[in-house]
């Protein structure tokens, strides 16, 4: 496929002139061609007009058009091929491997929402039946529904090039609830977003819908992301990045005459308890996991572990130990950008020298540029309750072990945490009643608890929950991965007394859409 450097609005290659960016090779710093032209914030207006335009055919269109649209966006990024994960792995320096596997979840989740649009309970269908002789008062006939919230603005994430990025989970969810696209593209990784934007575009043009269901624009993104939250076109937003940039425009949203949700993932530390039965049996496979969480994909991942809670003792001194062997082992690998591998250098010689810190171990430098050594830090946890420094998210393979004596100390360290998208406990059948009381203090903190397991690794289905309490997400009552994220982008309405000739298909009684409903309470099936 040809890159053209440019955005895709309303089906067309658009031309910007607000300047020029590149890709950057992050294992060389070399600039790769072709440069990438940035729109003005005028110019974006296009794209949100056109938005607009599109939501009221998308938003209401067959349930098995709307299905195989979305299908065909997943075989349309399939059959890029090899070409799309070349140039990703020029553009970000992760494996080839990895960015394989990110793919196969991109078009696994399209297909998983082309699935739920298809069966249609998302749409929330309620029906009370009008009840004209009931006594004192008769009911009305009422009916519910769940409506897309009209164009959403996605951004594109910087570790996540495929599943976070273009037609990733913001994307796919908000395409399945009926809500057309803008999405902003990643500038770290321009040629990776076209070419899926061309895929993107390719369906919505081959399934004749209106060329404003989706739009791919780049530019400078504090001050186009800001343009784009405060457009009146704009209802929603997608992001996957910082904590600064997502506050940002948390505040452009509520400043706006007319206030728009902004679904934010941001930070997390996901924090891992390990008992002492878990330390009775391979002490070096506990240390090895833990530290493959924290070195995979450099570290940077939403879900690595910046925490690990260690008992004091033996058991726990031979745990540090283990990992310090096992850190010791591993290299750097290339970070995302020189900006990112900066920011990892300076947040763990901060954390480094922070009162009462010490290095548990380090790895080796890596072979390419960007790619610093992985370290893991140690503490006690009376340090770590009362210095905000150990607090700090590190994007990259960094991460803090903090030795502890009690339960009551882990109640404590807990309560002093902010939001966090998971928490994992390593325990053995003993562990239980040391563990039971940290359950329901984790649920006010987290998103998802995990026993026995590591927290990378986010599994895509109906159960899923990647979110959490702020700072992790801006809103605790959502996720970004898995089937309820389409929930983000509709809002419900009633129709009461309306005629059958005026009802929505879901709402009408022959149901033509043949979706799952709730009739007076009970469920009936499409």
């Not at 502890?404 to 939001?419: C, F, H, K, P, V």
Request: glycine share 10%.
């Amino acid at each position: 496929m040809t890159l053209n450097g440019h955005s895709l609005i309303a089906g067309k290659t658009t031309a910007g002139t607000g300047g020029t960016t590149y890709g950057m090779n992050p294992a060389t710093n070399e600039q790769l061609e072709p440069a990438y032209s940035l729109l003005t914030e005028d110019q974006v207006k296009a794209a949100t007009a056109a938005a607009a335009e599109a939501y009221p055919s998308f938003s209401t269109l067959e349930p098995e058009i709307h299905a195989a649209f979305l299908e065909a966006v997943a075989d349309n990024i399939e059959a890029i091929g090899e070409e799309l994960i070349t140039r990703a792995g020029q553009e970000t320096g992760l494996p080839a491997a990895r960015l394989q596997g990110e793919r196969a979840r991109t078009t696994g989740q399209l297909r998983l929402f082309a699935n739920m649009v298809r069966q249609g309970d998302f749409r929330g269908v309620r029906i009370d039946p009008a009840l004209p002789e009931r006594t004192p008062l008769p009911r009305a006939d009422i009916r519910q529904r769940q409506i897309p919230l009209g164009p959403v603005a996605v951004f594109g994430a910087s570790n996540f090039p495929f599943a976070f990025s273009t037609a990733g989970g913001d994307t796919a969810s908000a395409l399945a609830a009926g809500c057309p696209v803008v999405f902003k593209a990643h500038n770290a990784h321009p040629g990776t977003g076209e070419l899926v934007g061309q895929a993107v575009v390719k369906a919505v043009k081959d399934f004749g819908l209106h060329p404003g269901v989706f739009a791919l624009v780049y530019g400078p993104g504090a001050s186009i992301g800001q343009a784009l939250v405060a457009d009146p076109a704009i209802k929603a937003v997608g992001f996957t990045g910082s904590q600064a940039a997502g506050i940002a425009l948390m505040r452009t949203a509520a400043a706006r005459r007319e206030p728009i949700p902004v679904y934010a993932e941001m930070s997390s530390l996901n924090p891992v308890f390990v008992f002492e039965g878990a330390l009775k049996g391979d002490i070096d496979a506990v240390a090895q996991q833990y530290v493959t969480a924290v070195t995979g994909s450099s570290g940077q991942l939403c879900t690595s572990p910046g925490l690990l809670f260690a008992p004091e003792g033996e058991a726990g001194d031979k745990l540090a130990a283990a990992v310090a062997r096992a850190v010791s082992a591993c290299s750097g690998q290339t970070m995302l950008t020189e900006g990112i591998a900066g920011s990892w250098n300076a947040g763990t010689e901060a954390l480094g020298s922070a009162t009462g810190v010490d290095l548990i171990g380090k790895g080796l430098e890596g072979a390419t540029r960007n790619a610093p050594a992985p370290a893991i830090f140690g503490t006690q946890v009376r340090d770590f309750v009362t210095n905000h420094v150990l607090h700090e998210e590190i994007f990259g393979a960094a991460s803090l072990v903090i030795r502890y004596t009690s339960s009551q100390d882990l109640i404590e360290a807990i309560n002093r945490l902010e939001g966090q998208l998971t928490a994992s406990l390593q325990l053995t059948e003993q562990d239980y009643p040391t563990a039971a009381p940290l359950i329901p203090v984790l649920e006010q903190k987290v998103g998802r608890i995990i026993i026995n397991g590591w927290p990378t690794g986010v599994e895509v289905g109906h159960a899923m929950v990647h979110g959490g309490p702020f700072p992790a997400t801006s809103d605790s009552r959502t996720t970004s991965v898995g089937t309820l994220a389409i929930n983000r982008f509709l809002r419900p309405v009633a129709y009461q007394n309306i005629p059958q000739e005026l009802l929505p298909a879901p709402l009408q009684d022959e149901n033509p859409w043949k979706v799952n409903r709730l009739v007076d309470g009970k469920p009936e099936h499409g």
